[in-house]
């Protein structure tokens, strides 16, 4: 596929996709110079197209009882969801700026796949050019086989990681201060706040992290900003790349009306069991409303969705290992209790393809532990337990490494 359309300008790839939804129509322009009209439907306020015409243009298309796959053999799947603007590309999930919907016996999916994430994730195969609203279409069925195992420069999927066994380069460490800028996360006594604790144990923890040349040390953030919910994750998964790695996410917790609870706990991504689980991933979700969006994470179809989509990458038995170590290394010094090792649908935790971890240090909304939390030394403590965790986890994994 890398010939198929190898000299066009790459710029005019980053059209805006809102240029697209104000056009009054999509002409399409095939490998062979045929022209047509990719017929635009715009009947609920935002620019649509038959799914069949994803079918006219050489994908394998299906749609069974909502959820919409289109493929191209043995290459790339794409997975979508009618009433969701979530979709999943190989292995990362996306999110249009509308849903697609069933209209009688015909299903549209938003115009913004085709003009904004297709020439964009599939270069070699599309181009946009939204100033004469033209999209140049190259046949994907050239795709299968062209591109190499990992996935080629132009092709934009991500090969799903998988267990290397005799990789011999550091391990990768992605580190998570939850909240930040204009999100302050949980208000404790005296005005602390979650995004300073989580900052201040994220940078404590990288530090130790980089003395040993075993690990990599990213971040998502190392000052005071905000980084929203989903990007977090893929950040995690697009540095980590091949390799071994982990995720950790460091927050403090709160209970505002039950003002004695206290004690540590870290989850890992999967379906929240009890009331406090789900209490917990709707307050950790919440800043996913910083971007307008207002997920009510509660009862949340589109959450469930990526949740189900991902279930199949199944990292969860060593997010469990790794929450396990976690809680083991944070008993040793902290008043406690250990609340144990729990599970939610946490939504910086999705993108993360890779054994990952959310740890609420401690209660901002318990006074002595709240106060406890903004200690420098406690900060210190806090992070030299997770990196233990973290040495631990990796003596175990990824499987074939564990007597190194
Ligand atoms: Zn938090």
């Given at each position: 596929?890398?010939?198929?359309?190898?000299?066009?300008?790459?710029?005019?790839?980053?059209?805006?996709?809102?240029?697209?939804?104000?056009?009054?129509?999509?002409?399409?322009?095939?490998?062979?110079?045929?022209?047509?009209?990719?017929?635009?439907?715009?009947?609920?306020?935002?620019?649509?197209?038959?799914?069949?015409?994803?079918?006219?243009?050489?994908?394998?298309?299906?749609?069974?009882?909502?959820?919409?796959t289109?493929a191209v053999?043995n290459e790339i799947v794409v997975a979508?969801?009618?009433?969701?603007?979530?979709f999943r590309w190989d292995g990362l999930v996306f999110?249009?700026?509308?849903?697609?919907?069933?209209?009688?016996?015909?299903?549209?999916?938003?115009?913004?796949?085709?003009?904004?994430?297709?020439?964009?994730r599939?270069?070699?195969?599309?181009?946009?050019?939204?100033?004469?609203?033209?999209?140049?279409?190259?046949?994907?069925?050239?795709?299968?086989?062209?591109r190499p195992a990992g996935g080629g420069?132009?092709g934009g999927a991500v090969q799903l990681p998988t267990g290397p066994s005799?990789y011999?380069?550091?391990?990768v460490?992605?580190?998570?201060?939850?909240?930040?800028?204009?999100?302050?996360?949980?208000?404790?006594?005296?005005?602390?706040?979650?995004?300073?604790?989580?900052?201040?144990?994220?940078?404590?923890?990288?530090?130790?992290?980089?003395?040993?040349?075993?690990?990599?040390?990213?971040?998502?953030?190392?000052?005071?900003?905000?980084?929203?919910?989903?990007?977090?994750g893929e950040?995690a998964t697009k540095v980590k790349g091949e390799r071994p790695g982990l995720f950790?996410?460091?927050?403090?917790?709160?209970?505002?009306?039950?003002?004695?609870?206290?004690?540590?706990?870290?989850?890992?991504l999967?379906?929240?069991?009890?009331?406090?689980?789900?209490?917990?991933?709707?307050?950790?979700?919440?800043?996913?409303?910083?971007?307008?969006?207002?997920?009510?994470?509660?009862?949340?179809?589109?959450?469930?969705?990526i949740l189900r989509e991902l279930r199949n990458l199944d990292h969860s038995h060593w997010s469990?290992?790794?929450?396990?170590?976690?809680?083991?290394?944070?008993?040793?010094?902290?008043?406690?209790?250990?609340?144990?090792?729990?599970?939610?649908?946490?939504?910086?935790l999705t993108n993360a393809l890779m054994p990952s971890?959310?740890?609420?240090?401690?209660?901002?909304?318990?006074?002595?532990?709240?106060?406890?939390?903004?200690?420098?030394?406690?900060?210190?403590?806090?992070?030299?337990?997770?990196?233990?965790?973290?040495?631990?986890?990796?003596?175990?994994y990824p499987p074939?490494?564990?007597?190194?």
């Open positions: 596929m890398r010939a198929v359309r190898q000299g066009w300008v790459a710029a005019l790839l980053l059209c805006a996709p809102a240029a697209a939804q104000q056009a009054p129509a999509l002409r399409i322009e095939r490998a062979d110079g045929s022209m047509t009209d990719a017929g635009v439907v715009f009947d609920r306020g935002y620019a649509t197209v038959q799914l069949a015409l994803l079918d006219d243009l050489g994908w394998s298309v299906t749609e069974v009882g909502g959820d919409i289109i053999p979508l969801r009618i009433g969701s603007p979530f999110q249009l700026s509308d849903a697609p919907y069933r209209d009688a016996n015909r299903v549209l999916v938003p115009l913004q796949l085709l003009t904004d994430f297709f020439p964009t599939l270069p070699d195969l599309y181009e946009y050019d939204g100033a004469r609203s033209l999209l140049r279409a190259g046949d994907p069925s050239l795709v299968g086989g062209a420069p132009g005799t011999d380069g550091p391990r460490v992605i580190i998570d201060a939850g909240h930040g800028g204009a999100d302050p996360g949980a208000l404790g006594p005296r005005g602390i706040r979650e995004k300073d604790v989580a900052l201040a144990v994220a940078l404590d923890l990288a530090a130790i992290l980089r003395r040993n040349t075993d690990f990599e040390v990213h971040m998502t953030r190392d000052t005071d900003v905000f980084v929203d919910l989903w990007e977090r950040i950790i996410s460091i927050h403090g917790n709160s209970i505002p009306n039950q003002r004695t609870t206290r004690g540590f706990e870290t989850y890992f999967s379906e929240a069991r009890t009331e406090h689980e789900r209490r917990v991933s709707a307050n950790e979700n919440a800043s996913l409303s910083y971007q307008g969006q207002g997920v009510d994470p509660e009862n949340e179809p589109d959450l469930d969705f469990s290992l790794l929450a396990e170590f976690t809680q083991q290394e944070l008993e040793e010094f902290h008043p406690g209790p250990n609340r144990g090792v729990k599970q939610g649908v946490l939504a910086v971890v959310l740890v609420e240090t401690g209660y901002l909304s318990h006074d002595e532990e709240g106060r406890l939390l903004a200690e420098r030394a406690f900060q210190r403590d806090t992070a030299q337990a997770l990196a233990r965790a973290i040495e631990r986890f990796f003596e175990r074939g490494n564990g007597d190194r």
